[in-house]
T-cell receptor, first 113, second 115 residues
Framework: NAGVTQTPKFQVLKTGQSMTLQCAQD?????MSWYRQDPGMGLRLIHY???????DQGEVPNGYNVSRSTTEDFPLRLLSAAPSQTSVYFC????????????FGPGTRLTVT | AQSVTQLGSHVSVSEGALVLLRCNYSSSVPPYLFWYVQYPNQGLQLLLK??????LVKGINGFEAEFKKSETSFHLTKPSAHMSDAAEYFCAVTLSGAGSYQLTFGKGTKLSVIP
């Protein structure tokens, strides 16, 4: 199993550009989520999904869109990038009965200039 | 709503010394508690977790944590630090019951191990 994979590893965007961060998992996990990690802030939940076709907002959803058309994939879209979205983004997945134990991808480091 | 407070954003210990990383939580219902570790330039991986039962839980790499309800704490310890323990550690909480998917993380504690 590859586990949770994320692409790209690094990305630089100009303000106003859009892009999609990709996340895929091959463990047949129902639950997937996106976090952003900023220095001194820990990880904050952006969006999550409890299954294909079902998504919901987390703590910091503004400026981001998600969709979940398959169990495996959970892309995160930045509609119009802003410098405040400079961060490291992590995707995670888990079984629905995992009691909070989540598997994390390696992260995408995004810089918005 | 639940929250997590980690005391100390940076902790330094000597190799072979005791490691103690502090975590306090608040939760309106019985919590599930976790410690995750992040090595440089990597994602997070689960170190240990408490859900129900024994309040002293053991994890990987010799770490353990004790759930103390009266103190709302879940401190992480390791008797003897190793250089390979240098990493950032995150305490996290989620609520027990159906649909306990949303983890709330503390701000993290960076552990340095001095040779």
């Amino acid at each position: 199993n590859a586990g949770v994979t994320q692409t790209p590893k690094f990305q630089v965007l100009k303000t106003g550009q859009s892009m999609t961060l990709q996340c895929a998992q091959d463990m047949n996990h129902e639950y997937m989520s996106w976090y952003r990690q900023d220095p001194g802030m820990g990880l904050r939940l952006i969006h999550y999904s409890v299954g294909a076709g079902i998504t919901d907002q987390g703590e910091v959803p503004n400026g981001y869109n998600v969709s979940r058309s398959t169990t495996e994939d959970f892309p995160l879209r930045l509609l119009s990038a802003a410098p405040s979205q400079t961060s490291v983004y992590f995707c995670a997945s888990s079984y629905s009965n995992s009691l909070g134990e989540q598997y994390f991808g390696p992260g995408t480091r995004l810089t918005v200039t | 709503a639940q929250s997590v407070t980690q005391l100390g954003s940076h902790v330094s210990v000597s190799e072979g010394a005791l490691v103690l990383l502090r975590c306090n939580y608040s939760s309106s219902v019985p919590p599930y508690l976790f410690w995750y570790v992040q090595y440089p330039n990597q994602g997070l991986q689960l170190l240990l977790k408490y859900t129900t039962g024994a309040t002293l839980v053991k994890g990987i790499n010799g770490f353990e944590a004790e759930f103390k309800k009266s103190e709302t704490s879940f401190h992480l310890t390791k008797p003897s630090a190793h250089m390979s323990d240098a990493a950032e550690y995150f305490c996290a909480v989620t609520l027990s019951g159906a649909g306990s998917y949303q983890l709330t993380f503390g701000k993290g504690t960076k552990l340095s191990v001095i040779p």
